[in-house]
């Protein structure tokens, strides 16, 4: 079975912190994704790679950035965390396309 | 820009009926994913379509996918209290990827 990993699940910051979220995964896949989740929203698209350190902007890239060093490893970063990050952020992995993986997610506060 | 609207997006049902969920996009794509998410957890793939006139089923529910009318329909038969859950609806930006644009939900409540 294909594991998606996000070491942090829940975390309290404080306005203007720096934040790193990591998702690592355990099947070798090349495309990895960072999605936010809001109420009525539904998902969106913060950031993608299709390789190590590659990277490309979503839908609503501002205020993040990522970085990929290693293929199994894929960090979101909030350099200076404000209320309106307050989210679930969830990371996904595929290799194919055909199926898309999705990690436990990671509750983010920021007050 | 691809947009992809599910309804309803709320949707209180009694057990043992039937309905569907629709799920339209806006420009072409011949890919698109059906999730189920339970409260406080991850997304878990439910189905995934990849061309016209595909038809899957699973249990109680049947998904499908109409390219020609950017429509994707999600069918629950009979539903019981254990399908009570968020459903969204994902359709692939054909030029990139896999990259997925997502619906909004349905929140599902199953009654007994």
């Known amino acids: 079975d294909v594991k998606v990993t996000q070491s942090s699940r829940y975390l309290v910051k404080r306005t203007g912190e720096k934040v790193f979220l990591e998702c690592v995964q355990d099947?070798?896949?090349?495309?990895m994704f960072w999605y936010r989740q809001d109420p009525g929203l539904g998902l969106r698209l913060i950031y993608f790679?299709?390789?190590?350190?590659?990277?490309e902007k979503g839908d609503i890239p501002e205020g993040y950035s990522v970085s990929r060093e290693k293929k199994e490893r894929f960090s979101l970063i909030l350099e200076s965390a404000s209320t309106n990050q307050t989210s679930m952020y969830l990371c996904?992995?595929?290799?194919?396309?055909?199926?898309?993986?999705f990690g436990e997610g990671s509750w983010l506060t920021v007050v | 820009e691809l947009k992809v609207e599910q309804n309803p997006l709320f949707l209180s049902m009694q057990e043992g009926k039937n309905y569907t969920i629709y799920c339209n996009y806006s420009?072409?794509?011949?890919?698109l994913y059906w999730y189920r998410q339970d409260p406080g957890k991850s997304l878990e793939s439910l189905f995934v379509?990849?061309?016209?006139?595909a038809v899957k089923q699973e249990g109680r529910l049947m998904a499908s996918l109409d390219t020609k009318a950017r429509l994707s329909t999600l069918h629950i038969t009979a539903a019981v209290h254990d399908l009570s859950a968020t459903y969204f609806c994902?359709?692939?930006?054909?030029?990139?990827?896999?990259?997925?644009?997502f619906g909004e939900g349905t929140q599902l409540t199953v009654n007994p």
């Open positions: 420009t072409t794509s011949d890919r």
């Open positions: 790679s299709y390789d190590v350190k590659m990277k």
């Open positions: 099947m070798d896949h090349e495309n």
């Open positions: 379509l990849l061309s016209n006139g």
């Open positions: 994902a359709v692939d930006h054909k030029t990139s990827g896999s990259r997925l644009t």
């Open positions: 996904a992995t595929d290799s194919s396309g055909n199926t898309i993986y």
